[in-house]
């Protein structure tokens, strides 16, 4: 899928998270909900750093791009390293090790454990990396006409200010995670529900998707996970933009409502 619907994806994800867990009588505080569907929008655009025309490849300039061509070639390597004789050959490392279930795992337990142990400054560069993400994706018409430094400005100043409401008692900084010291411990889960997000929405798309390496599916390590070829759609087509679009909005809308207790 492209850059809006995956965003859209994630945040719905997250909306729909907040409604189960008003329903099984553990609530997101309104700042959990609101950063965490951020943040999930966000994440759901990072699997794909191994492919440098993406959205994510521009968000951040130069850093961005440099940080996709490294990602590509790592990607690749470690599919030419793994793939079995039944793999096709392949010539670069898009949908390969990102698009995986243990990248996903793997960025969510980083994330978490820089926002434990890095204090205010990780949490605030997390929330700044993924705000950016988040207008990129769901805002990417207003982005594309603006200069990356106001998107970043935009990110900057919405991280801040949503870091202090969250610091604030009964805000959620310790949502779901109460220990001494794991304030912030849950910042991985929609960053990992993101990932996922993304990766079964390019399931859905032509090429499938090798979301259970590296666990084989038959001869294959890198089985492209996917429904049947005629429920299948090219990214970017009216099914996406007309159906899916749609249906994410709509699908969140509820989740947000539910988990707000509103319905």
Not at 53 to 76: H, Q
Request: with cysteine; charged share 15%; aromatic share 10%.
């Amino acid at each position: 899928m492209m850059g809006p619907a995956h965003s859209l994806s994630g945040a719905a994800a997250w909306l729909g998270v907040g409604a189960a867990a008003a329903a099984a009588d553990h609530p997101m505080p309104w700042p959990v909900l609101v950063v965490g569907a951020l943040i999930c929008a966000g994440a759901a655009l990072a699997p794909d750093l191994d492919h440098k025309s993406a959205t994510i490849s521009r968000a951040f300039g130069p850093i961005s791009r440099g940080v996709c061509e490294i990602v590509d070639k790592l990607s690749y390597a470690v599919y030419k390293a793994t793939r079995s004789a039944a793999d096709p050959r392949r010539s670069g490392g898009h949908r390969t090790l990102t698009h995986t279930w243990l990248w996903a795992v793997l960025t969510g337990v980083g994330a978490s454990a820089l926002a434990i142990s890095g204090g205010r400054w990780a949490v605030l560069a997390l929330l700044f990396v993924h705000l950016v993400l988040a207008v990129e994706g769901l805002l990417w018409r207003a982005a594309r006409m603006s200069s990356d430094v106001l998107v970043w400005l935009l990110g900057a100043t919405s991280a801040w200010i949503l870091a202090g409401v969250l610091d604030q008692p009964g805000n959620g900084s310790d949502w779901l995670f109460t220990g001494p010291g794991q304030e912030y411990m849950w910042l991985g889960l929609p960053i990992v529900l993101g990932a996922l997000v993304h990766d079964v929405g390019d399931a859905l798309t032509v090429s499938g998707c090798p979301i259970l390496w590296p666990v084989p599916v038959g001869r294959k390590r890198w089985y492209p996970v996917g429904p049947p070829k005629f429920l299948r759609f090219r990214a970017g087509s009216w099914v996406e933009l007309k159906v899916l679009m749609p249906a994410f909005m709509l699908l969140g809308g509820l989740g947000g409502a539910a988990a707000l207790g509103f319905i």
